[in-house]
């Protein structure tokens, strides 16, 4: 609650950071995922989205 997260959170990743998945475990409304699993049904099914600035750079690279 202190984060503001009462709706999911989906933290998209440019590979599996062990740390990142590791703290966000123990966060009930948060998933991770790294952007080569990326859907159109996750992003969909999350209210929040967050990219690390490596995930964003990747599917800019791969999507222009």
Do not use: C, W
């Amino acid at each position: 609650k202190a984060l503001g997260l009462d709706k999911t959170a989906l933290v998209v990743m440019d590979n599996n950071d062990v740390n990142v998945i590791r703290a966000a475990a123990n966060l009930p409304m948060m998933e991770t995922m790294p952007l080569a699993q990326l859907s159109t049904y996750e992003v969909v099914k999350n209210h929040t989205i967050v990219m690390t600035k490596a995930a964003v750079e990747k599917f800019q690279e791969v999507n222009a």
